[in-house]
């Protein structure tokens, strides 16, 4: 049983290069995230999806986006790396984005733009 | 909005004293309230979440938190810690912004347990 996996682990960028995150869930979950980890700053959530088809913004979105053509995959993708997203990433998913409802979190993705 | 507050970063404890993690919350509306735990070099896993059913609420690895209306406190404890529990917590509120409902976190605390 999967879960929620998250590639690459690790990954360097230059200032202006873009990439994207890879977020997979094989629970058939409807709502997913994705959240940056900052240290003394908590989890900030980015972007967010409460199903195939459907996004909006969180906390922080600006610099990154999301689609999501299908009900297990979420990607991320920054468009142009900037220092200030050197940050640990995490995806999450649940079976709704409701109350009560928990979340299960991939491993993360720290990523470092020099 | 809703929200909660971690005072502090960092606790350190003996192995084998209490723990006690301290969270508040500020909402309008009965809150659904929630603990996670992050190992190191790990993604977040629930500990333990309340939704009104009863105030005490009994999590994994021997933690509980209890809800208190009163002093909108939802502090975690542990009687006895153990090497394992060294980790950083999370408090965690559902809260509904934009028309969704999402998860808001505190800041987290570091948890150290010395031998």
């Known amino acids: 049983n999967a879960g929620v996996t998250q590639t690459p682990k690790f990954q360097v960028l230059k200032t202006g290069q873009s990439m994207t995150l890879q977020c997979a869930q094989d629970?058939?979950?409807?709502?997913m995230s994705w959240y940056r980890q900052d240290p003394g700053m908590g989890l900030r959530l980015i972007h967010y999806?409460?199903?195939?088809?459907?996004?909006d913004q969180g906390e922080v979105p600006n610099g990154y986006n999301v689609s999501r053509s299908t009900t297990e995959d979420f990607p991320l993708r920054l468009l142009s790396a900037a220092p200030s997203q050197t940050s640990v990433y995490f995806c999450a998913s649940s079976y709704s984005g409701g109350a009560a409802t928990e979340a299960f979190f991939g491993q993360g993705t720290r990523l470092t733009v020099v | 909005a809703q929200s909660v507050t971690q005072l502090g970063s960092h606790v350190s404890v003996s192995e084998g004293a209490l723990v006690l993690l301290r969270c508040n919350y500020s909402s309008s509306v009965p809150p659904y309230l929630f603990w996670y735990v992050q190992y190191p070099n790990q993604g977040l896993q629930l500990l333990l979440k309340?939704?009104?059913?009863?105030?005490l609420v009994k999590g994994i690895n021997g933690f509980e938190a209890e809800f208190k209306k009163s002093e909108t406190s939802f502090h975690l404890t542990k009687p006895s810690a153990h090497m394992s529990d060294a980790a950083e917590y999370f408090c965690?509120?559902?809260?509904?912004?934009?028309?969704?409902?999402?998860?808001?976190f505190g800041k987290g605390m570091k948890l150290t347990v010395n031998p």
């Open positions: 999806s409460v199903g195939a088809g459907i996004t």
């Open positions: 965690a509120v559902s809260a509904i912004q934009g028309g969704s409902e999402k998860l808001v």
């Open positions: 309340y939704t009104s059913a009863a105030t």
């Open positions: 629970m058939n979950h409807e709502y």
